[in-house]
Nanobody, 119 residues
Framework: QVQLVESGGGVVQAGKSLELTCGVS????????MGWYRQAPGKQRELVAD???????NYADSVKGRFTISRENARYTIYLQMTSLKPEDTAVYYC?????????????WGQGTQVTVSS
């Protein structure tokens, strides 16, 4: 069983910053790409940013230059530093990880953390 636990969401004013954290626990061989997704009310879940074990990153155009994803492999943890937040960043943010376990690869998701940006 693998668990992803997010923390760090909250309510902030536009222009402020927040940092999200996601840690992975449980039984697995390795973790590959990890990422942050978000889902706003009435919209589809979308990729925000992801990061490989070698720290190659990928960002949605809407967050480039404002958000930074980072990773601590030894602690199976990723972070999302969000700056210059906008009301349109309001969403539930989900952590995602590609998990290798017993010779198979699967995806795991966290429970989500709410980020609300007020104007």
């Amino acid at each position: 069983q693998v668990q992803l636990v997010e923390s760090g969401g909250g309510v902030v004013q536009a222009g402020k910053s927040l940092e999200l954290t996601c840690g992975v626990s449980g039984s697995f061989s390795s973790i590959n790409t990890m990422g942050w997704y978000r889902q706003a009310p009435g919209k589809q879940r979308e990729l925000v940013a992801d990061i490989t074990p070698s720290a190659a990153t990928n960002y949605a155009d809407s967050v480039k230059g404002r958000f930074t994803i980072s990773r601590e492999n030894a602690r199976y943890t990723i972070y999302l530093q969000m700056t210059s937040l906008k009301p349109e960043d309001t969403a539930v943010y989900y952590c995602n990880a590609e998990i290798d376990r017993l010779g198979e690869r699967s995806e795991a998701w966290g429970q989500g953390t709410q980020v609300t940006v007020s104007s």
